[in-house]
């Protein structure tokens, strides 16, 4: 009886944010997604690594050097040797969306 409160709460929170995320791009789904689909290739967060000069340009250097439109326009086709995701435009804004937090 004494988590009823708690756990009520939890679930609010969570609808609520679950309401926001089907307004806006979710960086923290399209970090999921990068976790996922493009972190064999790619070095996706803001570590270190992502200064290696071998390989596809980590997410951090994309941020940097790429416009959110350049982005979307660049996300709709497969690119290099990536499987084609067919990425959903929800899942290409999310994706955009978490790369922009790199910048
Ligand atoms: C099989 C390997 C592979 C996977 C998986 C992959 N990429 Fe790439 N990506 C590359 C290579 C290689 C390049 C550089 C050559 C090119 O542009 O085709 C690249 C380039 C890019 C660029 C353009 C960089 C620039 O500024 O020119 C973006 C943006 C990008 N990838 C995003 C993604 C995203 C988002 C995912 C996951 C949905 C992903 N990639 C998955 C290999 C991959």
């Known amino acids: 009886m004494q988590y009823r409160l708690p756990a009520v709460m939890l679930l609010s929170l969570v609808l609520a944010a679950v309401a926001t995320h089907l307004v806006r791009a979710d960086a923290a ?3 999921q997604l990068a976790q996922q ?4 290739c790619h070095v996706v ?3 270190p690594a992502g200064n290696l000069q071998q390989g596809p340009p980590s997410f951090r ?3 940097s050097a790429r416009t959110v439109d350049q982005l979307r326009a660049f996300l709709v086709h497969p ?3 990536m499987p084609d995701l067919s990425l ?3 899942e290409i804004d999310d994706l ?3 790369i922009e937090t790199l910048r």
Request: hydrophobic content about 30%; some cysteine.
């Open 96 to 98: 955009v969306g978490y």
């Open 29 to 31: 789904k399209g970090s």
């Open 61 to 63: 250097a994309i941020a």
């Open 37 to 40: 689909w493009c972190a064999n």
């Open 79 to 81: 690119h290099g040797a």
């Open 88 to 90: 959903t435009r929800k």
């Open 45 to 47: 967060g803001s570590t």
